[in-house]
Each structure stands twice: as C-alpha cells, then as structure tokens.
C-alpha cells in the first residue's frame, strides 16, 4: 500500500536570502521549515517546473499558507524509473512532495518553539485535512478535496503511521546549490584537512559542528486523539487497514531474496557491549536504567526495555483490532444442510440414550442376585 510520509516540519539552514539565487522567485529563502505531504501516485503530466510557480491547473487546490509562509516551489515531487524495467510505461510513476516553507529566524534555533500538525483521516462522508502550526500560528492549511479531485487516486493518508524525530544531513538539503570552484562535492568529510572533502560544505559549517557542539533538543511530544470520533484509532493494524494480513498476502514485497520472513524477530538483549562503556549508548546497554553488561559482554536487560542493546521500550497495544486468523479468514463456511442419514444417526443415538438412563433409574434400590458357587463331579 505504500509509506505515506507527512511531514511535520524538516529545517534548512543557510543564510540564502528570498529572491535571490535558487529563491529568485520565492518570497521565503534560508533559513526556514519545510511542511509536507508525500503522495504517490502524483501528477502524471502537467506540473510545474522546479523553481517556477504553477500555473492554472498544475498543481493541488485547496491550499492555503500562513503568514511568513509560501508554497514549496523549488521541489514538487520526484520521477520514479526502475533500472532494467522492460515495461517502464507500466511501472514508472511521479511522487508528488506538496509543500510549504515557513520563514525562521536565529531565535528559531536558540530557543524553544512549538511545532504541530492537525491531522484529519479521510471517511465515506469527509475528504480529511492536513494543518501545520508554528507558535500557534497556520503555516498551512491542505484540503484532502483538493487532492482527492487531483485524479491521482490519492488521499489524505489512513495508514497507520509512527512518529519519528531525526536529525539527518544531506549534501541535497541546504548544502550549496552549485560546488566551489575547482571541488567536485563527491566527498565530505570535516575531519580531513583534504580541501576535496571539505569544500562541499556551507561555510562554517565544519567550524560549527567542531566548535558549537550543535544539538537538537526535544521537550515533549504530545499526541492527542478525539475519543468521539470512531476513525481516529491507535493501534498499526486496524479494521480499515489490517497491516497485518496485508504483508502476510504480499511478503514478497517486504523482504529480500536472503529474507525468509518480512519482519525478523524481536531480540531483548545479548547485543554485544563493553562493561567499562559509560552513558546510554549501545555499548552501555542503555544505560543502568535500561541494560547492564555482564561478564560475557553482552547486554542483558532490565524490565520495560527491549532490543539487542537495550535501546526501545517494550511496547503494546491498548487495543488489539487484528485478531489472530480463524478458519473462516481463510474462506471456509460451514454447511447450512446436514444429509438425511446424519439427522437419522443422531435421533437414534439420542432415543439410546434416554432409554440407558431411563433403565438405570429403574434399577435404582433393587439388590443383586448372589453367586452361587456350582460344583460339578463326575
């Protein structure tokens, strides 16, 4: 069914100003946040070009940005080709990024902000949304109608999804747009004193990371859910989407050729580790909190933790929506009919019974006949 990706927020830093460069036509330039929505299939023909604004009928309706904030036009989406494929008019598609980038600041990096996403699933009776909030305030607004009537076949997403939080560095996020003269930008490495692998970087960049102890700090993460409403649910396999049964009827989608299953199992404990390690990293086993190493130097973990190193908390299901399989998952109906000679077997079986227990009543209180010991000579 695909990974759907919703993005709350992705950060570029960089000091590219609006209307300049790469921004030319953008009212938002470096730094700034980036809120999007990855569907796919996307828009087969009639797009927008990168760095242009769309023009009338090119891209999704129902988009409404915030304050500070401006439609994603230097990205759209991306041109999906399978190498060797002898049939790529079948198979080759577009994945359509739909976004907006909201201006930031340096307080925006200095200190705490509120980042939150409204997320309304699709039903019989409503097409969904998709809200993005910086402090409070919109940075956009995405109708799900407006993608519904795109024709793509996609949707605000329904799948069953989890949050992750990352920091992630990318030579195609932020770096700069064309490479330094005479640097080819294939290596990066800030530790070399090699100029081939440090002059991809933005400037001070690799003074930064040395020098600033850069971090990226989470207080809360807060997920709130309307219990009135039946389509809201938690749970990775539900009625509407039973993950489970799907993966099982298409494994071989979810695996490699050296895979005998799509999911390994989940292993809790015996990572390798060091006894000396400090902190709460793998070879600490999390931490004293979490794992301690023993003598054979593998990880052993406390209650409520789980992995190899002791790194992810045991986790469960409020609410199992995907029982286990029963025979009639897998087609088999009982027969409505039972043949004549089975009802007749039965009736008789039945009259024998209470006959059995009609005579032993009977028998009740009566004393039996003593043996007597017959003795035959000749």
């Keep these: 069914?695909?990974?759907?990706?919703?993005?709350?927020?992705?950060?570029?830093?960089?000091?590219?100003?609006?209307?300049?460069?790469?921004?030319?036509?953008?009212?938002?330039?470096?730094?700034?946040?980036?809120?999007?929505?990855?569907?796919?299939?996307?828009?087969?023909?009639?797009?927008?070009?990168?760095?242009?604004?769309?023009?009338?009928?090119?891209?999704?309706?129902?988009?409404?940005?915030?304050?500070?904030?401006?439609?994603?036009?230097?990205?759209?989406?991306?041109?999906?080709?399978?190498?060797?494929?002898?049939?790529?008019?079948?198979?080759?598609?577009?994945?359509?990024?739909?976004?907006?980038?909201?201006?930031?600041?340096?307080?925006?990096?200095?200190?705490?902000?509120?980042?939150?996403?409204?997320?309304?699933?699709?039903?019989?009776?409503?097409?969904?949304?998709?809200?993005?909030?910086?402090?409070?305030?919109?940075?956009?607004a995405m109708n799900g109608t407006g993608i519904r009537n795109a024709g793509t076949g996609t949707e605000i997403s329904t799948e069953p999804s989890y949050i992750l939080m990352n920091t992630a560095i990318s030579s195609e996020w932020g770096f700069p747009h064309e490479c330094p003269e005479n640097c080819k930008c294939k290596e990066y490495d800030c530790h070399s004193n090699d100029y081939a692998m440090r002059c991809g970087f933005s400037d001070n960049f690799c003074q930064m990371m040395a020098e600033e102890n850069p971090k990226y700090k989470i207080h809360y993460v807060r997920v709130w859910q309307n219990p009135e409403l039946e389509e809201q649910k938690v749970g990775c396999s539900t009625p509407e989407r039973p993950t489970r049964r799907y993966i099982e009827g298409h494994e071989k989608l979810y695996k490699l050729e050296t895979d005998e299953h799509p999911?390994?199992?989940?292993?809790?404990?015996?990572?390798?580790?060091?006894?000396?390690?400090?902190?709460?990293?793998?070879d600490a086993c999390g931490g004293s909190k979490r794992g301690k190493c023993t003598q054979g130097n593998v990880c052993e973990c406390l209650e409520g933790w789980t992995g190899p190193h002791c790194q992810a908390s045991v986790a469960f299901d409020d609410i199992i929506w995907d029982e286990p399989d029963t025979i009639k998952d897998v087609g088999f109906v009982p027969p409505k009919f039972v043949p004549n000679g089975l009802l007749i077997g039965l009736a008789v079986i039945t009259i024998l019974f209470f006959i059995n227990m009609l005579w032993k009543k009977k028998m009740e209180g009566w004393s039996p006949i003593p043996e007597v010991e017959s003795k035959y000579r000749r």
């Design 263 to 282: 999911l390994k199992p989940i292993v809790t404990g015996r990572g390798a580790c060091n006894p000396r390690a400090q902190g709460q990293g793998r």
């Design 1 to 140: 069914r695909g990974s759907p990706e919703i993005d709350i927020f992705e950060v570029q830093p960089g000091n590219l100003k609006a209307n300049h460069g790469v921004f030319l036509r953008s009212p938002v330039g470096q730094p700034f946040m980036s809120a999007s929505f990855q569907v796919a299939p996307g828009r087969p023909n009639m797009r927008p070009g990168p760095g242009w604004w769309p023009g009338p009928g090119q891209w999704y309706d129902g988009l409404v940005g915030g304050e500070n904030s401006s439609l994603n036009i230097g990205f759209y989406g991306s041109y999906n080709h399978f190498v060797g494929d002898l049939h790529p008019e079948k198979s080759d598609y577009w994945s359509d990024a739909i976004s907006f980038n909201r201006q930031l600041d340096e307080s925006h990096f200095n200190s705490s902000h509120v980042y939150r996403l409204e997320w309304d699933v699709p039903t019989d009776k409503k097409d969904g949304y998709l809200h993005w909030f910086l402090d409070g305030k919109l940075v956009v």
